[in-house]
């Protein structure tokens, strides 16, 4: 029965579609409405069923998730930005160095 309802839902959005690009000489903003009125009824559709119900449940929850997170200050994000750029310099300049006594090593070895 799962099945069914998702593969009814499926068909609303689908018709939509089809009907998007096959009337592609209207108004974009009818065929837009459409769409999304489509979309809408085959949300409300999929909801009838426990994957529907399921998937909601995750959408709430990582919405209160979101909520939860801590978003660095300005003067953070300045300061990490920073320190990166700082860290990222000096490893390539480390590794330049190395690659240049490596390569003065391989040719003074092999001539």
Not at 35 to 41: E, I, K, P, Q, T
Not at 71 to 100: I, N
Request: aromatic share 12%; with cysteine.
């Amino acid at each position: 029965m799962e099945k069914l309802k998702l593969t009814v839902a499926v068909i609303p959005l689908a018709a939509a579609l089809g009907g998007f690009y096959y009337y592609s000489e209207e108004s974009l903003l009818l065929r837009v409405v459409a769409l999304l009125v489509a979309a809408g009824l085959s949300i409300l559709i999929a909801m009838q069923s426990e994957t529907g119900r399921a998937a909601a449940a995750f959408v709430q929850d990582s919405r209160t998730e979101v909520r939860k997170v801590v978003w660095p200050t300005r003067k953070e994000t300045w300061q990490t930005t920073v320190f990166v750029l700082v860290a990222v310099l000096f490893v390539g300049v480390c590794l330049w160095l190395m690659d240049m006594f490596l390569g003065w090593a391989v040719r003074y070895f092999t001539v």
